[in-house]
Nanobody
C-alpha cells in the first residue's frame, strides 16, 4: 500500500505562484511515474503533469510553460511549481504514484487550489 499525501494548496491571486508537494509513504518497493491530476467543479479529472523515475516529463497543453514538475526518487516526493496562475487553474489537485506491479495508481486525497482576486 502506497499513500501519497499532498500539501501546498491555497488561495492565490491571478498571476501568482504556488508550489504543491506530494510525499508517498507506506510499503514502497519502487515507484514508476508520479504526477498530478486536477478536477474543477463540474468537470472531469484531467492530467496536469507527470514524471517518470528517470525524469521524463509530460504536461497538459494548458499548463506548458507555466508549471514545472520535479521529483526526488530517494524521498518518493514530487513537486509541482505553478507560476502565472489563472482562474481556470482553480481545482482540486490530486497526486498519484504508479507502482510497477500491475501498474496500480495510488491517489492522495487532494489539495484545493483557488485562483481568484
Amino acid at each position: 500500500q502506497v499513500r501519497p499525501v499532498e500539501s501546498g494548496g491555497g488561495l492565490v491571486q491571478p498571476g501568482g505562484s504556488l508550489r504543491l508537494s506530494c510525499a508517498a509513504s507506506g510499503s514502497i518497493f519502487s515507484i514508476n511515474t508520479m504526477g498530478w491530476y486536477r478536477q474543477a467543479p463540474g468537470k472531469q479529472r484531467e492530467l496536469v503533469a507527470a514524471i517518470t523515475s528517470s525524469g521524463s516529463t509530460n504536461y497538459a497543453d494548458s499548463v506548458k510553460g507555466r508549471f514545472t514538475i520535479s521529483r526526488d526518487n530517494a524521498k518518493n516526493t514530487v513537486w509541482l511549481q505553478m507560476n502565472s496562475l489563472k482562474p481556470e487553474d482553480t481545482a482540486v489537485y490530486y497526486c498519484y504514484a504508479e507502482v510497477p506491479i500491475g501498474g496500480i495508481h495510488y491517489w492522495g486525497k487532494g489539495t484545493l487550489v483557488t485562483v481568484s482576486s
